[in-house]
């Protein structure tokens, strides 16, 4: 192992080159004009694959952007690792906000800054470093190793779950991998344990049959941007626990020693508030923010609007108003159930004189937690901690990425995430960014893993 370290070590030249030129790609998957970028970046992670040494590499067709998979299968009666990873990118807007091109990358203070550098490109591209740098030194592997690499993950994955269907035979393992999340700090590595799930809604309210005179009506009719407000407002108590009744009859309370081991990580809470430019934190009471981000769940109003909001005055009762709402779920919700939960508590809380009309939006997914006894946390623990020099911490995630939950449901997999982007990368953001001083660190961890991956 020491001996590919090294490899991996004078090869730092030509993996910044790869880095640079996979993130020049606009793999923009929710824009139809970046097809054929879309098409490239696929080519191009295919070729990085067979360089590495994979003995089956293939770009599938689907019904939107490719599908990338190469596999090495050489290792008789050692685990199988499937490696999973995107290539597509957010859109760029607000391009203005960008203090350098999106997809000219450039390094400053020890970061290369591009779309895609930490989501999700930068990462996969170090497994595949990992595992060239083994190949090349040894000519073979510690273990058995699958890469899917998909193009939709930006929206929402519609076509993998069939894929992975299709495919069930030729992508069984005995674990994943992903590197789509973060390390708990500079220097602090992490181990992601939770998942929060999703469910979205969308909320009409309608009143009269056109927008009314304010000053004819006002008083008689019902106002459907008032009503919206106060059917939302009963979403929630004033200390920010869920006000519906039996939402939290599925949701199971964080044992005393994962509180503890929360409560144990290093939180600067008036440096978080600072961060994001407010005074305080405010969420249920009881739960400490990482508990309500991680282990809790939650109902967001992501946006409402109706009636009037140009410049000037406008007096008129409007005629409908709308909301879109998002449910994060802890383990025990599903959407389904939790969008049917809310969506009968507004229709209850209606008065007479309007009609409410919701519907569940598309994507979501189901929450997820890592049992800590699984012997792959173990590796993965002692990989990181001989790497970075110190213990990982037990993270969570308060958002989806709903692909565990598919590996789970259609692969019977147990998914290891371990990301290596710092917190302030900025993914979804203008000047995204990775580390490379973690890209370095965390290319050698990935070495390691296999290697105890493969021996445990």
Same mark, same amino acid.
């Given at each position: 192992?020491n001996?590919?370290?090294?490899?991996?070590?004078?090869?730092?030249?030509?993996? /910044?080159?790869?880095?640079?030129?996979?993130?020049?790609?606009?793999?923009?998957?929710?824009?139809?004009?970046?097809?054929d970028?879309?098409?490239?970046?696929?080519?191009?992670?295919?070729k990085?694959?067979?360089?590495?040494?994979?003995?089956?590499?293939?770009?599938?067709?689907?019904?939107g952007?490719?599908? $990338?998979?190469? @596999?090495?299968?050489?290792?008789?009666?050692?685990?199988?690792?499937?490696? #999973?990873g995107h290539?597509?990118v957010?859109?760029?807007?607000?391009?203005?906000?960008?203090e350098?091109?999106?997809?000219?990358?450039?390094?400053h203070? +020890?970061r290369?800054?591009?779309r895609?550098?930490?989501?999700?490109? =930068?990462?996969?591209?170090?497994?595949?470093?990992a595992?060239?740098?083994?190949?090349?030194?040894?000519?073979?592997?510690?273990?058995?190793?699958?890469?899917?690499?998909?193009?939709?993950?930006?929206? *929402? @994955?519609?076509?993998? !779950?069939?894929?992975?269907?299709?495919?069930?035979?030729?992508?069984?393992?005995?674990?994943?991998?992903?590197?789509?999340?973060?390390?708990w700090?500079?220097?602090?590595?992490?181990?992601?344990?939770?998942?929060?799930?999703?469910?979205?809604? +969308?909320?009409?309210v309608?009143?009269?049959d056109?927008?009314?005179?304010?000053?004819?009506?006002?008083?008689? $009719?019902?106002?459907?941007?008032?009503?919206?407000?106060?059917?939302?407002a009963?979403?929630?108590?004033?200390?920010? @626990?869920?006000a519906?009744?039996?939402? #939290?009859?599925?949701?199971?309370? !964080?044992s005393?020693s994962?509180?503890?081991?929360?409560a144990?990580?290093?939180?600067?809470?008036?440096? #978080?508030?600072?961060?994001? =430019?407010?005074?305080? *934190?405010? =969420?249920?009471?009881?739960?400490?923010?990482?508990?309500?981000?991680?282990?809790?769940?939650?109902?967001?109003i992501?946006?409402?609007?109706?009636?009037?909001?140009?410049?000037?005055?406008?007096?008129?009762?409007?005629?409908?108003?709308?909301?879109?709402l998002? /449910?994060?779920?802890?383990?025990?919700?599903?959407?389904?159930?939790?969008?049917?939960?809310?969506?009968?508590?507004?229709?209850?809380?209606?008065?007479?004189?309007?009609? $409410?009309?919701?519907?569940?939006?598309?994507?979501?997914?189901l929450?997820w937690?890592?049992?800590?006894?699984?012997p792959?946390?173990?590796?993965?623990r002692?990989?990181?901690?001989?790497?970075?020099?110190?213990?990982?911490?037990?993270?969570? +995630?308060?958002?989806?990425?709903?692909?565990?939950?598919?590996? +789970?449901?259609?692969?019977?997999?147990?998914?290891?995430?371990?990301g290596?982007?710092?917190?302030?990368?900025?993914?979804?953001?203008?000047?995204?960014?990775?580390?490379?001083?973690?890209?370095?660190?965390?290319t050698?961890s990935?070495?390691?893993?296999?290697y105890?991956?493969?021996?445990?």
């Amino acid at each position: 192992m020491n001996t590919v370290l090294e490899t991996l070590r004078s090869t730092q030249d030509l993996r /910044m080159a790869d880095l640079f030129a996979i993130l020049q790609i606009p793999s923009i998957s929710s824009h139809p004009q970046h097809a054929d970028d879309m098409k490239a970046c696929a080519d191009a992670f295919a070729k990085l694959l067979q360089r590495a040494g994979m003995t089956a590499t293939m770009v599938h067709t689907t019904p939107g952007h490719p599908i $990338v998979t190469g @596999s090495w299968l050489h290792a008789p009666g050692r685990p199988t690792l499937l490696i #999973y990873g995107h290539y597509d990118v957010q859109p760029v807007d607000p391009l203005e906000l960008w203090e350098s091109a999106p997809f000219s990358p450039c390094i400053h203070h +020890e970061r290369i800054f591009a779309r895609g550098a930490a989501d999700d490109k =930068g990462q996969i591209l170090m497994h595949i470093h990992a595992v060239e740098a083994i190949l090349k030194t040894h000519g073979c592997l510690p273990l058995n190793v699958i890469f899917l690499i998909e193009g939709e993950e930006e929206i *929402s @994955s519609p076509n993998l !779950p069939p894929f992975l269907i299709a495919e069930k035979t030729r992508l069984q393992a005995d674990l994943a991998i992903v590197s789509d999340t973060s390390m708990w700090a500079e220097g602090i590595p992490a181990i992601t344990a939770s998942l929060r799930g999703l469910v979205a809604l +969308e909320v009409k309210v309608t009143g009269p049959d056109r927008d009314l005179h304010s000053g004819s009506f006002g008083g008689a $009719v019902a106002n459907p941007v008032e009503i919206l407000a106060r059917m939302l407002a009963t979403l929630k108590d004033d200390q920010g @626990s869920i006000a519906i009744p039996e939402f #939290y009859a599925d949701v199971q309370n !964080p044992s005393l020693s994962r509180r503890q081991d929360v409560a144990n990580i290093p939180f600067d809470e008036t440096a #978080y508030c600072r961060a994001i =430019g407010i005074q305080s *934190s405010w =969420g249920e009471a009881g739960f400490s923010i990482l508990e309500r981000i991680w282990l809790r769940p939650t109902i967001e109003i992501n946006g409402m609007w109706g009636g009037y909001s140009g410049p000037g005055v406008k007096t008129v009762l409007p005629a409908q108003a709308f909301a879109k709402l998002s /449910m994060r779920l802890v383990c025990n919700q599903t959407p389904e159930a939790t969008a049917a939960l809310v969506a009968n508590h507004l229709r209850m809380v209606a008065p007479p004189g309007v009609t $409410v009309e919701i519907n569940k939006l598309p994507g979501g997914g189901l929450p997820w937690h890592l049992s800590l006894d699984l012997p792959a946390v173990g590796a993965a623990r002692q990989a990181l901690a001989d790497s970075f020099g110190i213990q990982p911490v037990i993270i969570g +995630e308060g958002a989806s990425i709903p692909i565990v939950a598919d590996f +789970e449901r259609i692969l019977s997999l147990k998914t290891l995430l371990v990301g290596f982007c710092l917190p302030d990368a900025k993914p979804h953001s203008p000047n995204e960014n990775l580390h490379l001083p973690s890209f370095h660190t965390g290319t050698e961890s990935l070495v390691r893993m296999m290697y105890y991956l493969g021996y445990s």
